[in-house]
């Protein structure tokens, strides 16, 4: 096994779609609200849900609160529910298996992330990530806002023990994965889902994470080449 480097790899949307999250705490709205407002938990969910595919992001549980004329004051504590509940999320069996290929080929693995914390956390957990990857941290830990900030790598580059020209970001934001990694000198892979516009600054785009193995591959010997 030949040792090729870290990998500093984000979590919502690359790892896993964010939508499982959001559908699962509005689940979990769904269910506060009728136990304690009784409105029903499928005509609840389906507000929120409609006004997701909507496009009011950010905006679902106002909108739950005015169909169902419940008060606005409740909207903080529609959040907090959403926030705290344990989200019911999984990772594909693909995802494990590339995860597993790459830590066999040598890569050292840190999932970077940016969102609250202790939300972040609940997703890590509900996902049983820790056994497939080195480290997890949590971007807003290290500076305010988390990714793009330089410091947020540098926290990652330091958990890997890696340079940063032995280090490949793979992400599907282009500012927050792609933008910040350059910052620090370290080279991004764009995962362009079906329908993204692929980051023209990337090092590399690919548009599955299980394609990611033969891209780091490809970025890591050119790297050696550069040295040699």
Request: net charge negative.
């Amino acid at each position: 096994m030949i040792a090729s480097g870290g990998l500093i790899v984000d979590l919502d949307d690359t790892l896993y779609p964010r939508e499982q999250f959001l559908m699962s705490g509005f689940a979990a709205v769904a269910l506060y609200v009728s136990r304690t407002y009784r409105v029903s938990r499928e005509l609840a969910f389906s507000t929120i849900a409609r006004a997701h595919a909507g496009g009011q992001h950010g905006h679902e549980f106002q909108s739950l609160c005015r169909t169902h004329r419940l008060p606005a004051s409740i909207v903080s504590e529609l959040v907090n529910v959403f926030r705290e509940h344990r989200p019911s999320l999984w990772l594909a069996p693909s995802i494990i298996a590339t995860l597993h290929d790459l830590r066999h080929e040598g890569w050292r693995i840190a999932v970077l992330t940016n969102g609250l914390p202790s939300v972040q956390a609940s997703k890590v957990k509900a996902l049983d990530l820790a056994p497939h990857v080195d480290h997890v941290l949590y971007a807003e830990s290290y500076y305010r806002g988390g990714k793009p900030a330089r410091e947020a790598f540098e926290a990652a580059l330091l958990a890997l023990d890696v340079p940063a020209d032995r280090c490949l970001c793979v992400g599907d934001d282009a500012e927050c994965d792609i933008s910040g990694a350059h910052r620090a000198g370290i080279r991004a892979v764009h995962v362009a889902h079906a329908g993204a516009h692929a980051a023209v600054t990337a090092d590399a785009v690919i548009h599955r994470f299980e394609d990611l193995p033969a891209a780091a591959a490809s970025l890591i010997q050119l790297v050696t080449l550069d040295v040699a």
